[in-house]
């Protein structure tokens, strides 16, 4: 079953597990309006996406559960605009560029992806990290 792991600041990492499409969208669907930080969507494989979530735009990495290379991000449509978008990562702020960065909608998407599938949607662009 897939899990989902927050890190809320100044709490102790909480993990919920996630056993349908309904619920992995329910989480993120409450994560959208809170302060901006990263969870991890876990797959019964150890495989993990990293989401930053809590703004319009989001960020999803990609770790493969052995921790080895490569490790992936999903890039959005934003190759000609500066700027950045900054995610809480357990207290430290960290800016990642807007090009970096997905739509939620395509975030969902993604992830609802992973969860079926346990492999990358590839209707986002992913580069190594």
Do not use: H
Request: proline letters at 7%; hydrophobic letters at 40%.
């Amino acid at each position: 079953m897939f899990k989902l792991k927050d890190y809320p600041q100044g709490q102790d990492a909480a993990e919920v597990m996630i056993p349908t499409e309904q619920e992995l969208r329910r989480a993120f669907g409450a994560l959208r309006v809170s302060k901006p930080r990263f969870v991890d969507l876990i797959a019964p494989s150890g495989d993990c996406l990293t989401i930053g979530i809590g703004r319009p735009l989001a960020c999803v990495m990609y770790t493969r559960a052995s921790g080895r290379p490569p490790y992936l991000i999903a890039l959005g449509d934003m190759d000609g605009q500066e700027g950045f978008v900054e995610f809480d990562v357990e207290g430290t702020p960290t800016q990642f560029p807007t090009y970096q960065c997905i739509s939620y909608d395509e975030m969902v998407n993604v992830a609802v992806y992973f969860f079926y599938n346990e492999s990358l949607s590839q209707n986002v662009r992913w580069d190594e990290v």
